[in-house]
């Protein structure tokens, strides 16, 4: 067999890591849920959203891709905002992609060039830059944007895409496939996410917090899985506690008559039926956890920190 036939390279088997980052509500998790057809990392209009590296694969007959959601990298306020950089940074390490999300639809800011050299002086694997929510670009700001946001990478490759409607993204993937190794898979072929199912229960609870609340929540709640049991083959039943550092935070959450909580309850238990496949019984209750975000035991007691 003749080795150099191109015919035989281009049918070999591609797969490796690559890492989405992007200073936060760019549009990252979207993204990744795109490409792997499941919801394995939440997704809000509320900067930091996902607080810990989440990964997401793409299993197809050539390739497996594994991507790495980051949390954003931005300006650290507080601990938990500091564990969350310091966890976005690690990961250029050890990728062999990476993609930098912007929100195209605007000129960058300090965050965003801030990126750009971080990724210059870290980051050894190829850059692909990926102009984001091109749904709300106006066409007189095109060319203006598109430089702008170019100069940052010095120049790499990019690609214009929506993540929402799914514009361009198998443009995006094809750059991406160019520049994987070849090798085998790393993850059976139906898993889409590294995650736990308890784990992934807790974001889908999350979420949904985010989703019916709003201001002064996002950044004070963490979910915390009590109670795992299997209680019939088609029936799991699970306790979980929704951590805020406050007790009027307590009441929003809670909400008049417990209102809110059901409502929460009710879109969590939906979701994360869909996960496991059968009928859920969610349990929730709702304590206040003083200033959870700066105790490093807090962070690491609810998995917070790398370590
Ligand atoms: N208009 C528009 N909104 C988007 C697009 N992609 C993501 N979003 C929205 O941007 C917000 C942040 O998305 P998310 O994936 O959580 O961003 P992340 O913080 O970078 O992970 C959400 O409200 C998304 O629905 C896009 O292509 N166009
Ligand atoms: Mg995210």
Same mark, same amino acid.
């Given at each position: 067999m003749n080795l150099s036939d191109p015919n035989r390279v281009a049918s070999a088997h591609k797969s490796g890591f690559v890492a989405v980052v992007g200073k936060p509500n760019v549009g990252k998790s979207t993204l990744v849920n795109a490409y792997v057809g499941a919801k394995v990392a939440i997704v809000s209009s509320k900067p930091q959203t996902t607080r810990r590296v989440i990964r997401g694969i793409l299993t197809r007959p050539d390739a497996q891709v594994v991507f790495v959601d980051t949390p954003g990298i931005h300006k650290p306020q507080h601990r938990l905002g500091k564990a969350m950089v310091d966890a976005a940074a690690a990961v250029l390490s050890e *990728? %062999? /992609? /990476? *993609?930098?999300? *912007?929100?195209?639809?605007r000129l960058p800011d300090e965050d965003d060039t801030r990126i750009g050299q971080l990724l210059d002086q870290r980051c050894h694997a190829p850059v692909l830059l990926a102009l984001n929510k091109m749904d709300r670009l106006k066409p007189a700001d095109v060319q203006t944007v598109t430089a702008a946001h170019w100069a940052i990478v010095q120049h790499a490759d990019w690609m214009r895409i929506c993540a929402t409607r799914g514009d361009n993204l198998d443009k995006l993937l094809d750059q991406i496939l160019a520049r994987l190794p070849i090798? @085998?898979?790393?993850? @059976?072929? %139906? !898993? /889409?996410? %590294? !995650?736990t199912l308890q784990a992934i229960a807790a974001e889908l609870i999350r979420e949904q917090v985010l989703l019916q609340t709003r201001q002064e929540i996002p950044h004070a709640v963490a979910v915390a899985i009590e109670e795992w049991e299997a209680r019939r083959a088609d029936l799991t039943r699970i306790a979980a506690t929704i951590y805020v550092e406050r007790d009027s935070q307590k009441g929003i959450v809670i909400g008049a008559g417990g209102a809110r909580l059901k409502q929460i309850g009710q879109g969590a238990r939906t979701q994360i039926e869909q996960w496991i496949g059968h009928q859920v019984y969610l349990e929730l209750w709702v304590k206040v956890r003083d200033k959870w975000r700066e105790r490093e035991n807090s962070l690491r007691e609810l998995g917070l920190t790398q370590t």
């Amino acid at each position: 067999m003749n080795l150099s036939d191109p015919n035989r390279v281009a049918s070999a088997h591609k797969s490796g890591f690559v890492a989405v980052v992007g200073k936060p509500n760019v549009g990252k998790s979207t993204l990744v849920n795109a490409y792997v057809g499941a919801k394995v990392a939440i997704v809000s209009s509320k900067p930091q959203t996902t607080r810990r590296v989440i990964r997401g694969i793409l299993t197809r007959p050539d390739a497996q891709v594994v991507f790495v959601d980051t949390p954003g990298i931005h300006k650290p306020q507080h601990r938990l905002g500091k564990a969350m950089v310091d966890a976005a940074a690690a990961v250029l390490s050890e *990728v %062999d /992609v /990476v *993609v930098f999300m *912007v929100d195209g639809a605007r000129l960058p800011d300090e965050d965003d060039t801030r990126i750009g050299q971080l990724l210059d002086q870290r980051c050894h694997a190829p850059v692909l830059l990926a102009l984001n929510k091109m749904d709300r670009l106006k066409p007189a700001d095109v060319q203006t944007v598109t430089a702008a946001h170019w100069a940052i990478v010095q120049h790499a490759d990019w690609m214009r895409i929506c993540a929402t409607r799914g514009d361009n993204l198998d443009k995006l993937l094809d750059q991406i496939l160019a520049r994987l190794p070849i090798g @085998p898979e790393l993850y @059976p072929a %139906d !898993q /889409v996410t %590294d !995650q736990t199912l308890q784990a992934i229960a807790a974001e889908l609870i999350r979420e949904q917090v985010l989703l019916q609340t709003r201001q002064e929540i996002p950044h004070a709640v963490a979910v915390a899985i009590e109670e795992w049991e299997a209680r019939r083959a088609d029936l799991t039943r699970i306790a979980a506690t929704i951590y805020v550092e406050r007790d009027s935070q307590k009441g929003i959450v809670i909400g008049a008559g417990g209102a809110r909580l059901k409502q929460i309850g009710q879109g969590a238990r939906t979701q994360i039926e869909q996960w496991i496949g059968h009928q859920v019984y969610l349990e929730l209750w709702v304590k206040v956890r003083d200033k959870w975000r700066e105790r490093e035991n807090s962070l690491r007691e609810l998995g917070l920190t790398q370590t």
